[in-house]
């Protein structure tokens, strides 16, 4: 079950990524695209290049005739979601900053003790925030509020708050658990990259 939820979790994480990249680099072709046929057009009418200015004009009207005034929108969206369930992911991987120098420092039950206050804290700011979320959410339903430009029910916008929110309490109280049980933390390198070691033995 676990495993299912580390799975989708970071399957959910990994389609917003690819997702947001796509529309971006979409949208920002559209753009240069209409601009540009729309210089070439100029330029064509100007050197009274009639075939070329006929060409660029039915590029222009053909990339007109897409509309993606909701892409920045959407694109948005997908990085508040990404980053909501980025967080959680970043608290079972151990990928979070922490200025750890003091808590190292201590004598070992000491530094359990810290250690776990600090886990649950985590847990219960996190939880509380999920909770307000929940209610925000119940509350923005009521209003039938939609986005401007994709016209979405805004409660499923902000439906990430409470969702991550406690996603990432859950982490805080595995996290935890598992301190207690073995003693270790997840611990990320940021110096890894994945495959290096397969290309280097190849």
Not at 98 to 123: E, H, K, M, P, S
Not at 134 to 163: H, R
Not at 191 to 196: F, K, T, Y
């Amino acid at each position: 079950m676990m495993r299912l939820l580390d799975r989708l979790e970071e399957a959910i994480i990994a389609f917003l990524i690819a997702a947001a990249t796509t529309t971006i680099f979409v949208a920002v072709v559209h753009r240069y695209g209409l601009s540009s046929a729309a210089k070439l057009i100029g330029f064509a009418n100007s050197m009274e290049w009639t075939t070329l200015a006929g060409l660029a004009r039915s590029t222009y009207k053909w990339l007109a005739g897409f509309n993606l005034t909701w892409a920045q929108e959407l694109t948005i969206y997908m990085f508040v979601w990404m980053a909501k369930f980025g967080a959680a992911y970043g608290v079972r991987t151990g990928i979070h900053v922490g200025v750890d120098v003091l808590i190292n420092a201590l004598d070992a039950r000491t530094r359990v003790g810290f250690i776990l206050f600090g886990l649950g804290a985590g847990a219960l700011f996190t939880g509380i925030v999920g909770a307000l979320g929940a209610n925000f959410v119940w509350k923005m339903a009521a209003t039938g509020q939609t986005s401007a430009d994709l016209e979405v029910p805004m409660w499923i916008v902000y439906l990430c708050v409470p969702l991550g929110s406690w996603l990432m309490s859950f982490r805080f109280l595995q996290v935890a658990v598992s301190f207690v049980r073995t003693g270790h933390l997840p611990k990320h390198d940021h110096g890894h990259v994945a495959g290096l070691e397969e290309e280097a033995a190849s």
